[in-house]
């Protein structure tokens, strides 16, 4: 049997719950000419997985009541009629939450995976999250040498790599927020932050300020509201504002109240800018082939949560509304 997650209710402005989708049996497909049959080994979830359900999230389609959840995979091909496929390969795509998927190849990239990085490196940083980093801090955040940079979210699995992206381009502090001791502690010791600030104890206003007492260059935001606010009344001249996510943001419906402090933009001559990372699909080439070369010499930690079990799939999308994952939040479905 094929067991797949559909989307059973929308979870709109509330928290999620394991009943908002439908675990359903249905028989493994068969591929037809021209295409695979994929057994699923490793899926991803990402926060805009809610606003897919709530189809909150305009630069997709929409998703239904009733449609297999849509998200991404690794797998291996076990019977394939295509010939670039071939049983055996293992591969990453757009397989949904399903334990078998049965693909023409459109949505597998044929990029292998490249050498010197884990299996699972497509769908953590070698994936959206990734290059989401890769995008949103070099094009839209515009490093340079010397810069204060913070980021907000920064254990997850855009943040992490986000940071580390900033040491490797010579940004002179680098501070993470995060939710507990643990992250902080990870993000210092492990991936060469400077500084971080636990934003569940303590005063982040006050850190903040501490930290960066000549203005932040770079804000890179995974989170939005409080501290979105926090880091506008702390940029410095010139300052470039990453709008990236708000996750903080994502279980709130009606009106949501915007920056107080955006008139700071003004007076700092700043700039502050959201992105979508699909936008620059045509150069995820040259990011991956960065990443890979800087995972491969250990210039980049890709860390990553497993969860274990198919069924365990709405479990871990609520994780990361929760914040228990270090890295990027992945579920093992099989070997
Ligand atoms: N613009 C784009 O194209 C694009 C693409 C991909 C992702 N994104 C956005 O990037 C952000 C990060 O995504 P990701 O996949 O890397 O997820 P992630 O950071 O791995 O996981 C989400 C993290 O958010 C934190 N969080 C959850 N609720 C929060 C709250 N109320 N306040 C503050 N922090 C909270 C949690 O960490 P703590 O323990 O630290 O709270 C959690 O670990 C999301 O907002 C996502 O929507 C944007």
Redesign the pocket.
Known sequence: MNRQFLLDKRPLGRDLEYTDFKLVDSDVPSPGDGEVLVQVMYLGV???MKGWMENRADYVAPLEIGDLMRGNGIGRVIESNHEKFPVGAVVSGGFGWQEYAVSDGKNIPLNPVPEGVPPTAPLSVLG??GL?AYF?FLEVGLPKEGDVVLI????????SVVGQLAKLKGCSKVVG????KE?CDFLVNELGFDAAIN?REEDQAARVKELCPDGIDVFFD??G?E?LDIALENISDNARVVI?????R?NLAGDIPGPKNYFNLVFRRARME?????DYAPRFGEAIAYLAKHVAAGDIIAKETVMEGFEQMPNALMA??????I???LVHIAD
């Not at 990236?244 to 903080?248: A, T």
């Not at 959201?274 to 699909?278: A, W």
């Not at 990361?320 to 994952?325: H, Q």
């Open positions: 990402d926060p805009a959206i999250t989401t949103g907000s979210g920064a254990a997850g699995a855009t943040g927020i995060a939710g507990s992250k934003y995974n989170v509201g501290i990236c996510g708000g996750i903080s994502y959201g992105f979508i990372v699909l990361l509304f929760a914040g228990e994952n890295g990027k939040q």
